[in-house]
Antibody
Framework: QVQLVESGGGVVQPGRSLRLSCAAS????????MHWVRQAPGKGLEWVAM????????HYVDSVKGRFTISRDNSKNTVSLQMNTLRVEDTAVYYCARDPSKSGWAFTDWGQGTMVTVSS | QSVLTQAPSASGTPGQRVTISCSGSSSNIGRRTVNWYQQLPGTAPKLLIHKDDQRPSGVPDRFSGSKSGTSASLAISGLQSDDEADYFC???????????FGGGTKLTVL
């Protein structure tokens, strides 16, 4: 069965960095785009970033452009989110999500999420 | 302020039919397919409807999706207490070059 397991969350001071990872299994990872979606406490879902199946293209929400970098290693079935210059407003649960090709940007599988708290 | 607009709350009694709406624009819903997610309390979101009106395997046929122009709707018939959750619409936005979510609708089963 498909599994997505996020790791790397924690408490960090504003301006510092954190790297999230998502380990995938149960499907052909190199066939699918991958996304990061976040949810601030008590708030709705916010799409953060995506990377194409082969890593050739990435897109980001405006609020993280220049600060966050999404990457993937298809040999290790992992997708990562490098978060630099963190802000208090980046505090959220971060989910990785699978986006199969031809799914119409549908996230068929989600991880359990990892909490990132940015606080001084 | 979300790019896709949803009413913050909806409610119904068991057995009723409830509709949740999602309003967008020509750069997202007007030209891209809509997906719907259900998020039960304390859990990760789950795909409920994809490509406007398609149900993934395992999703009961009580859930249905539709789209017209720049708006989409999720209908839940035969409402059950287990349906109490947050529901989010989502679509790719060609102007923003990113995915956008609705703000979410909290469904209460009375």
């Amino acid at each position: 069965q498909v599994q997505l397991v996020e790791s790397g969350g924690g408490v960090v001071q504003p301006g510092r960095s954190l790297r999230l990872s998502c380990a995938a299994s149960g499907f052909t990872f190199s066939d699918d785009a991958m996304h990061w979606v976040r949810q601030a406490p008590g708030k709705g879902l916010e799409w953060v970033a995506m990377i194409w199946y082969d890593g050739s293209n990435q897109h980001y929400v405006d609020s993280v452009k220049g600060r966050f970098t999404i990457s993937r290693d298809n040999s290790k079935n992992t997708v990562s989110l490098q978060m630099n210059t963190l802000r208090v407003e980046d505090t959220a649960v971060y989910y990785c999500a699978r986006d199969p090709s031809k799914s119409g940007w549908a996230f068929t599988d989600w991880g359990q999420g990892t909490m990132v708290t940015v606080s001084s | 302020q979300s790019v896709l607009t949803q009413a913050p709350s909806a409610s119904g009694t068991p057995g009723q039919r409830v509709t949740i709406s999602c309003s967008g624009s020509s750069s997202n819903i007007g030209r891209r397919t809509v997906n719907w997610y259900q998020q039960l309390p304390g859990t990760a979101p789950k795909l409920l409807i994809h490509k406007d009106d398609q149900r993934p395997s395992g999703v009961p046929d009580r859930f249905s999706g539709s789209k017209s122009g720049t708006s989409a709707s999720l209908a839940i018939s035969g409402l059950q207490s287990d349906d109490e959750a947050d529901y989010f619409c989502a679509a790719w936005d060609d102007s923003l070059i990113g995915l956008v979510f609705g703000g979410g609708t909290k469904l209460t089963v009375l």
